[in-house]
T-cell receptor
Framework: DTAVSQTPKYLVTQMGNDKSIKCEQN?????MYWYKQDSKKFLKIMFS???????INETVPNRFSPKSPDKAHLNLHINSLELGDSAVYFC???????????????FGPGTRLLVL | AQSVAQPEDQVNVAEGNPLTVKCTYS??????LFWYVQYPNRGLQFLLK??????LVKGSYGFEAEFNKSQTSFHLKKPSALVSDSALYFC??????????????FGSGTKLNVKP
């Protein structure tokens, strides 16, 4: 009954490669997010999609491209991986209240990316 | 600009003693405030949130937090700590603007160590 799931859990790859991380939520939420947690545990939002529409796009290199095929999925594709991309990437979802309702975000277990 | 500060990187407490994990924020207007907990190699789990109303908010696992508007603080507390409470705790803030689209700003995290 996993609410927010991510694959893979671990990803080890060489610099310069292209990789994708997938996220799926079965909570019926309409908003999904990608966060990056660095080695110091600092957590920062990267992207957010609401009903498949990009609504938050922080200052992230354009090597990172999110794609939302439907409301339940938000994938993250990374081109030309760099050493500094090594981090834990968390997906999250919420039932966003465009009318001002504040909903809790629910997080996936994370994908640990190591770029060698 | 919105920001969240967790002044302590680490908090050590003996089992059975009360614990406090501090959080202060800086936002325009009145924010929505959240606490999340992260266990090793896991995603973030929601603990509690303050939206409006009573300044003392009760959450999961016996945790509570007090919203103090004058001090712009939202400290997490528990009357009696358990060894199993040892984890990384994150404070988060979201502003009340409709266009914020549930954009969270996270603090840097505080590692709680509860010793038997």
């Amino acid at each position: 009954d996993t609410a927010v799931s991510q694959t893979p859990k671990y990803l080890v790859t060489q610099m310069g490669n292209d990789k994708s991380i997938k996220c799926e939520q079965n909570l019926g939420h309409d908003t999904m997010y990608w966060y990056k947690q660095d080695s110091k545990k600092f957590l920062k939002i990267m992207f957010s999609y609401n009903n498949k529409e990009l609504i938050i796009n922080e200052t992230v290199p354009n090597r990172f491209s999110p794609k939302s095929p439907d409301k339940a999925h938000l994938n993250l594709h990374i081109n030309s991986l760099e050493l500094g991309d090594s981090a834990v990437y968390f997906c999250a979802s919420s039932q966003d209240g465009l009318a001002g309702v504040v909903e809790t975000q629910y997080f996936g277990p994370g994908t640990r990316l190591l770029v060698l | 600009a919105q920001s969240v500060a967790q002044p302590e990187d680490q908090v050590n407490v003996a089992e059975g003693n009360p614990l406090t994990v501090k959080c202060t924020y800086s936002v325009s207007g009145n924010p929505y405030l959240f606490w999340y907990v992260q266990y090793p190699n896991r995603g973030l789990q929601f603990l509690l949130k303050y939206i409006t109303g009573d300044n003392l908010v009760k959450g999961s696992y016996g945790f509570e937090a007090e919203f103090n508007k004058s001090q712009t603080s939202f400290h997490l507390k528990k009357p009696s700590a358990l060894v199993s409470d040892s984890a990384l705790y994150f404070c988060a803030v979201r502003d009340r603007g409709r266009l914020s689209f549930n954009k969270f700003y996270f603090g840097s995290g505080t590692k709680l160590n509860v010793k038997p």
